[in-house]
């Protein structure tokens, strides 16, 4: 497990800084399996932000954001685990669109539990993420 490789020559000195992990498609397997690994470790998951996972299981002690490309997706995705605080592009953008123009993508973040601004509703892929970040570094 490659992410797991190198967080421990990266981080090995440093297990409690806390690490927020986002993944892409199919990486969203790989990174969910190394966040759990980390913990074992002893590291600590600070949040885990999965884009675009369609079909992969989200379980842990740590919070968990999907953002999806579309509405089917979001919904989908969210019977496999899910938590507060997502995000789907609506209109529905193709699957690379989120992940490599997500500043365009326009959306609605959805099961909002955070008292941040701006409150629910549209806004871009880059909005939501830069939102969810800036929430963990206060806390």
Known sequence: MQILQ????????SL?????FISFSAGVVGAIGAAHLWQLLG?????????????????GNFPIHRMSHDYFTHWSSSLLGSRQN????EP???HLSIWR????VQGCWVDS??????????????????????H???N
């Open 6 to 13: 190198f967080l421990h020559v990266r981080l090995i000195n």
């Open 16 to 20: 409690e800084s806390p690490i927020i």
């Open 43 to 59: 590291g600590r998951v600070k949040a885990f932000i999965a884009i675009d996972g369609w079909g992969v299981p989200l379980q």
């Open 86 to 89: 997502n995000f789907y592009a």
């Open 92 to 94: 529905a953008v193709d």
């Open 101 to 104: 123009s997500p500043q365009i």
């Open 113 to 134: 539990s955070i008292e941040i601004s701006p409150p629910k509703g549209r806004l871009t892929a880059t909005d939501f993420l830069l939102m969810l970040l800036k």
């Open 136 to 138: 963990y570094e206060a």
